[in-house]
C-alpha cells in the first residue's frame, strides 16, 4: 500500500471509491471536477490516498485555517475496511497540520456514524457533546 497526493488524474477514481464507500457527495458543488482540482492546486498536501497498487481504496481531504485543522472526506473502500488504512490517513493529515503550525485538529462525524466515530476515538480524538454545528450555505439562499 502507498499513501500519496492525490492529483486531478485520481478525480475519477476518489468519486468511484466515495461512491463505493456509501460516502455522500455534491458533484456539483463543493466535490466537482472543478472544486477538487483547485483544492489540490492550492493545497496539494491536503488531498491524500491510499492506494494498493493503481486501485484507490482510501481518500482524505484536510482543510486548514492557519490555527485549526480540519478532516474532511475520509472513506475507505468496504473491502479494505479494518485494516488500518483509515488510521494511517489521519495520520498522515496530522503530519502535514503540524508542519503547516496546526494547533487544534477536529472533524465533524454524524452521530450515527458509529465506525468513524470509533475510529476517531481510537486515534485519540475525543467528542464533544457542547458544540452545535451551524452553517450557512449558499445552496439553501437560492
Known amino acids: 500500500m502507498e499513501i500519496r497526493r492525490l492529483v486531478p488524474d485520481d478525480y475519477e477514481?476518489?468519486?468511484?471509491l466515495w461512491e463505493e464507500a456509501?460516502?455522500?457527495y455534491k458533484p456539483k458543488g463543493r466535490d466537482s471536477r472543478e472544486s477538487i482540482e483547485k483544492q489540490m492546486k492550492e493545497n496539494p498536501d491536503?488531498?491524500?490516498g491510499a492506494f494498493d497498487g493503481?486501485?484507490?481504496i482510501g481518500t482524505?481531504?484536510?482543510?486548514f485555517d492557519g490555527r485549526k485543522g480540519w478532516i474532511n472526506r475520509l472513506a475507505v473502500h468496504p473491502e479494505y475496511r479494518?485494516?488500518?488504512i483509515g488510521q494511517l490517513l489521519i495520520r498522515k493529515a496530522e503530519t502535514v497540520f503540524k508542519e503547516k503550525g496546526a494547533w487544534v485538529i477536529c472533524a465533524?462525524?454524524?452521530r450515527e456514524n458509529k465506525p468513524s466515530l470509533n475510529l476517531f476515538e481510537k486515534c485519540g480524538y475525543k467528542?464533544?457533546?457542547?458544540i452545535v454545528y451551524v452553517s450557512k450555505r449558499e445552496s439553501d439562499l437560492v
Open 60 to 63: 482524505i481531504i484536510a482543510s
Open 54 to 56: 493503481e486501485r484507490l
Open 108 to 110: 465533524l462525524i454524524e
Open 127 to 130: 467528542p464533544s457533546n457542547d
Open 82 to 84: 479494518r485494516r488500518g
Open 46 to 48: 491536503f488531498v491524500i
Open 22 to 24: 456509501g460516502l455522500p
Open 13 to 16: 477514481k476518489m468519486i468511484r
